[in-house]
Structure formats: structure tokens, C-alpha cells
């Protein structure tokens, strides 16, 4: 009985509203009248002489009518009747972002004239400059009009209409403008201080956070239709876009931050991939959008903010639950947003009043948003600097008990120095000599000019030589307090020897004594000393040998060498630099040829160089698995010389330009460039080729192929 009831009234008021209602203009005041409009929607579009024989109006009972999203046009029809004494009053539509706004206004042979606005068309063309639409309704005094609109958007529709004489419509405009200023104001503010923080700290956190507010600001301002008028006034193709486009950005931007802000890769590891797959359907919008599919693009924009806002709100609350304190600030700030948007959201369903406070509320929570954002920023930072100086005092701490440490230890040792140290009073005539011929060695590398290449090697030489050198100074001292002893012996014996007492009594007195100063222990120390010194000075005389055999002083003149000699003196010299690497040495039996020997020694030195280097960048230094083959042959009136490694290799564009001047693959400030040039024109010089056999990742060879009999080039 109530079904049936219901049905007979909903009936009955179609009946008695086929015609409408009439709208009274007789007011100053600006007054939506949504409920007082016909609401028309079709499947498809339709023309207006289908709209004006249309049955299908049917009456919009919201004051701002709500009308979803639709692919087609919606017409809506009203009657107005203007009570007013003036007729200058205007049709003010204010929601910016509609695609298509049309008026047909009744004329006076009966037939309608039409008035297209909307973000299809450049700015310019409006005759009122404002971002909202605004018609002028051209009715006369006690005038009764019936007017048709239609509307159309990829976004929602949502049609706040009212109707006003000119001079209140633009006062309340005006007011509405200072709300917007001061909102593009804060924005801002917010963007540039942050952006002046991001490259003082260099935070990604800033980063992500600047890009949020900026696109905030444009999706904001967009929405207001503000951008359009002067930004891209004459765009209308970007205009239809650029707010979901703008929304994407401040999307992704809001994920991001979050993720960075919140450190969710660690905190919260599974909303840290859900947030990647929403930043990815918001990707996919941006570029359905861009692409021309704008209702879909928005569809799904709206659908995935609504996700990924409430995503970050759990997420926040779950990581400040477990004790990550500034999360409480993106909690608070999305809380905040969040409860705009209810607020926003009821008005457009007209749960809410349609009036100032709900229609800037979205603006006014996004402000307070971006501000408790920035405050989390700025605490975070607080705490990562009390952080610092916490380290730093622990640091510094340390670094005291360190130095009181050291102190302590330093007086230890220079205590035992002083107890164990004695002075040197002779030295050892070989040594003397050796050292001698080692400072004359070394002047001849810094000064030659020829071995400027060595200087790679200096820490390396220095350190053969030193080794021994240590071995036979620290022989030094024990060896001089043994030899005190025995001095102090030989007085002993004197002394013995003339007193009065017999010789039994001197032979036991002697034996005591020998005993006392352990002397059978004295001679073997004695002699393992003397050995040791002499191995030092031998090691060292063979080090500068090599560095003799080396550098051959009369490289300039034609001399007759011996290879096997110069290649084992070139691996004396570089033995620092084959640290960790095998080196495999097949030597055949080879005669004595002429030669520049020490530019010879040159070119082996430059390649053995470059095969450490090659064996290092492929393995690291000292890993063990390098390895260097030297191998010599003679193949009847030629020498070969091979040298193997298995470092990096080369491919083939290196190979072609390997002997070219200045051509280097290592670093920059690690070579010049000139090692294999020179090699390959010393080998020229010597009548004889120089060709490299490598292949990229495996290693390479250099065979070197030297005349015996043939003259060798004396330029």
C-alpha cells in the first residue's frame, strides 16, 4: 500500500511540474537556484531543437547539482522572471574546469540565440575576464525568459548557478579572489623556502616535498581556473588537461616524499611496494591524460588519490605507533587534508551547505598541510643534528681516550729507547760502501731523464731496498753490544792473568767467567749477526745491480746485451707492482745482440706497467689470481720476446689505436699516454715489430720480434 502510495505522488509531480518552476529575480543578493533547474541527460548527443521538444526533464531537487561523470552533454533548462528594476543581470557558473559551457538565450522573433564558453576556447574570447562563466541573461524588467544550458566535462559536473546583478556578483568574486591570493601566497612562500632548504641540505625528503606543494598549487589554483587565464590563456588543449595532470604529479610526489620522509623500505616494507603500484597507476593516468583519453585519465586518478590518501594515513599511523616520531606530522597533516576533502566532498552532494568555508576548504586544509609537513621536515632535521652531535661528543670522547692512550704508550717507548738504544761507534766498511752505491743509484733515477717513468715505482724501489737495509741496521746494535762484551772480556782475562794466584785457580776463574757471560751463546750470536749483515748488504748490492743493469748509463751507445738480463732487472724494478701476481718466466737459450739495452729495458718496463694495471682492474690489487707469462724464443735470425697477462684485455677499437700518441684507457692522472707510443718506436728503431694479440676480458700479449744480424736504425 505505501509502494503504491509512493508511486501515485511521484506521479502526480511530474504532472504538476512539466512546465517548472519560475525563478524570482527580485533580490540583491546572489542565490544558487539549483533546485529550481530541469536536468536533461541523454546517451548520445543530441541537437537543441531534439532538447527543446524533449519529455525527459526532469527536476533537480540539490541546490548545487551533482552530476556525475558523463561522456556526453547534459542540458539544463530554467525559467526566469526578473522583478528587478535594472536588467543587467548575469548567469554566473562557478565551476572553472567544465570543458563546455553553453547558454541559449530566448530572442525576440522566438528563436534562441547561443553563447559558448568553457576551456575548449581561449580565454580571450570571453567577454567577462574571470575564470568562472558568466552569461549576460539580457532580460528586461518583469520579463519571464526560459533558458538552456549545456554542459559538458571529462571531470565531475558540478554546477553551483546563481543568478546576480552585475555590481554584487563582482564584490563577492573579489572577495573570493583574496582567499585564492592569499592560498597561491602561502604555496608560495612553502615552495620557495623549502627549495632554498633542498639545496642547502641536499635532502631528497625537500625534494620530493617542493614538487608536491608546486603541483598542489597549479591542481588548486587550476581547479579555480586561475592558471588558465594567466598562465596559458591561449591553450585551451592544455587547459582541458593540466588539473589532472597536475594531480598526477602531486600524486607521485606525496608517494614519494612519503616513502623517503617515513623510510617505509625498512619501517613498513609492504606498503613500500603497494606505493610503487599506485605510483604506477598514476603514471598511467598522467599519460592516458596526455595522450587525448582525459575521462579515463581522470577516472582513474580519482580512484587511485582516494587510495593512496588513506594508504599514507594508516602508513604514517603504523610507523608513529612504533616509535618513529616525526611520522606524527604527515599523520596529522594527511588528517588535516583529509578532513578538507570530507568537507569539500559533503558540499558537492549538498549534505553540506554550499558557501565560502566549504568551497576553500580544500585550499585552506592543503595549507595546513603543507605547513605541518614543512614543521616535520625542520624537526627531522633537529633530530638527525642532535643525533650528530651526540656522535660527535661520543667521537670526540674517544678520540681523547685516544690521545691519553698514545701519550701513555709514547713515554713507554721512549723509555725502552732509551735503555736498548746505543750508539754506532764503527760501521761496516762493505755496508758503507753499498749504501754509497745505493745513494749514487738513486740520484741517477731522480736525476735521468730517460727513466722518468720510474716515478710510479719509487715507492716500490724504496721499499725493496729498505727491507734489507732495516735487516742489516738492526743487526748493528746487538752486534756492537756483543763485541763490548767480549771487550769487556779480554780485560777480565788480563786481569786474571796477573794475579797471584795459580794456575789451577786462573783456569777456574776463566771457565766462570765464560760461563757467566754465556760465551758458547756469544759466538753462535756473533755469527748468525754477521750473516745477517752480510745478507742485507748482499740483497742490497743485488737491488742496485739491478737498477744498474736497468738503467745502462750508455744506453745511447750501440751495445751488445743480454735479454734474459734486461728483463730481470726490468722484474726487479717493478717487483712492487706485481704484488699478488704469479709471474711464469720460459727463457730460451738466446745469443747476445746489439741493442740500445736501456731503452729496451724501457719498453718491457712500459708493458709489464700496463699488464699490472690491466690484471689489477680486472681482479683488484693483490687478489692472487694474476698471472704474467714471459716467455723468449729464437726463431732463426729473430728473437721473440712474449709477455701474457690475464687482466681485462682490450677489443678491437682499443687494439688499432693502442700505439697511438696520448691514447690511454686508464683514469684520468693515471697515465699519459706516451708508454706504448714510445715503446713502439723504440722497437721500430731496433728494426723490429711490436704487435699486440688480446681479446676483451681474457688478457692480452705483446711479442716483440728483434733482428740478430740486421743493422739497427741509428736515428
Sequence with gaps: MSKNFNLLFVILLCFLNVEGNTIIADSKKTKLFGKDLWILKSQGEITFDQVLKSKDFKQNTQEVPNLGISASSVWLRFELTNHNAKSNLLLHVAYPILDEVELYIPGKNGGYKSMLLGEIKKFEERKFQHPDYIFNLDISENETKTYYLRVKSAEHLILPI??????????????????????????????????????????????YYVIYVASVGFTQIGIKGFTFQYLWPNSPAFELKSVILFACISGIAALLFTQNFLHTKQTAKKSHIFMHVIIALLVISFVATSFGFEQFGFQLMQVTTSIFAITILVVSFLVMRDGYAPARFVFSSWSVLLFGAIIFALKDYSILPYNTFTSYSMQGASVIEMALLSFGLADRINILKKEKEASQAQALAVAKENERIIREQNVVLESKVKERTVEL???????????????????????SEKMAS???????????????????????????????????????????????????????????????????YLKIEISHLLKGINEGASRTAEIVKGLRVFSRLDEDDLKVADIHEGLESTLVIANNLLNGIKVTKDYSELPMIESYPGKLNQVFLNILSNATHAINKRYGEGSGQGELIIKTMRNENHLLISIADNGTGMDENTQKKIFEPFFTTKDVGEGTGLGMSIAYNTIKRHNGTLVVKSQAGKGSEFIIDLPITKKISET
Design 454 to 520: 720510474l716515478g710510479q715505482l719509487t715507492a716500490g724501489i724504496a721499499h725493496e731496498i729498505n727491507n734489507p737495509i732495516n735487516f742489516v741496521t738492526s743487526n748493528v746494535a746487538p752486534l756492537q753490544r756483543d763485541v763490548n762484551i767480549l771487550i769487556d772480556a779480554i780485560s777480565t782475562m788480563e786481569n786474571f792473568s796477573t794475579s797471584g794466584d795459580s794456575v789451577e785457580e786462573k783456569q777456574k776463574q776463566i771457565e766462570d767467567y765464560k760461563e757467566e757471560i754465556d760465551y758458547d
Design 162 to 207: 546563481s543568478i546576480s546583478q552585475s555590481t554584487y556578483l563582482w564584490e563577492g568574486l573579489s572577495k573570493e579572489n583574496v582567499i585564492t591570493g592569499i592560498f597561491l601566497g602561502a604555496v608560495v612562500i612553502m615552495f620557495l623556502y623549502n627549495l632554498f632548504i633542498f639545496f642547502s641540505v641536499k635532502d631528497k625528503s625537500y625534494f
Design 425 to 447: 761507534e764503527a760501521s761496516n766498511s762493505e755496508l758503507s760502501t753499498t749504501l754509497d752505491d745505493l745513494k749514487q743509484a738513486q740520484m741517477q733515477l731522480v736525476e
